[in-house]
């Protein structure tokens, strides 16, 4: 059965701070793993999709790497505004909109 | 452009009772998938429809059912309601024809079974 695990469940940094969050999955056939962030009632808003061990994303303040057992999402001087859940998946089928295998998330707070 | 939009934002069941929720994929999208995501949880994978056809199914009951129109917006049924059902239902939709396109996220139907 594919097995998304994220740690820390939760994350208090200060304002530039940098830290990184964990994901390690057993998934049969890995085809994307892919990071979201989530506010608090809202829904889930994607950030990356990284296909195979080596590959690296960046986006403002956030990178994601991807080896063949883990994810990391490296969050560098972080903000107040990048408080959130950051959730992972993974997904190994190859059509669109595929199943995704979820972690419970990493609750960030970021304070002032 | 509008993205997913899911409707109602909130609702309140009583348990037994039989509940649909509604959603419209975001424009030039065609697959639609449903979420269940309870407190402090990841969001756990329920069903898939595509060109109006149940296409992959997580562990949910039967109770837990579904449409797609020809329009793609998709319905999600759940029948005989339980206390557990009570969660954010996610609907999440995707580009037609393309590897592992991202899953784009509705804001969510937040349940509550009394």
């Known amino acids: 059965e594919d097995q998304v695990t994220q740690s820390p469940e939760a994350l208090r940094l200060q304002e530039g701070e940098s830290s990184s969050l964990n994901c390690s999955y057993t998934v049969s056939g890995l085809r994307g793993l892919f990071w979201y962030r989530q506010d608090p009632g809202k829904g889930p808003e994607f950030l990356f999709t990284?296909?195979?061990a080596g590959e690296e994303k960046e986006k403002e303040r956030l990178k994601a790497t991807l080896t063949k057992k883990e994810s990391f999402l490296h969050i560098t001087a972080p903000k107040p505004e990048d408080s959130a859940t950051y959730l992972c998946?993974?997904?190994?089928?190859?059509?669109?909109?595929?199943?995704?295998?979820f972690g419970e998330g990493t609750q960030l707070t970021v304070n002032p | 452009d509008a993205g997913v939009t899911q409707s109602p934002t909130h609702l309140i069941k009583t348990r037994g009772q039989q509940v649909t929720l509604r959603c419209s994929p975001k424009s030039g999208h065609d697959t639609v998938s449903w979420y269940q995501q309870a407190l402090g949880q990841g969001p756990q994978f329920i069903f898939q429809?595509?060109?109006?056809?149940?296409?992959q199914r997580g562990n949910f009951p039967d109770r837990f059912s579904g449409h797609q129109f020809p329009n793609y917006s998709s319905e999600l049924n759940v029948n005989a309601l339980l206390l557990g059902d009570s969660a954010l239902y996610l609907c999440?939709?995707?580009?037609?024809?393309?590897?592992?396109?991202?899953?784009?996220f509705g804001n969510g139907t937040r349940l509550t079974v009394t």
């Open positions: 990284l296909y195979s």
């Open positions: 999440a939709s995707s580009t037609p024809g393309r590897t592992n396109s991202p899953l784009h």
């Open positions: 429809y595509y060109e109006e056809e149940e296409r």
């Open positions: 998946a993974a997904s190994r089928g190859e059509t669109s909109g595929s199943r995704l295998t």
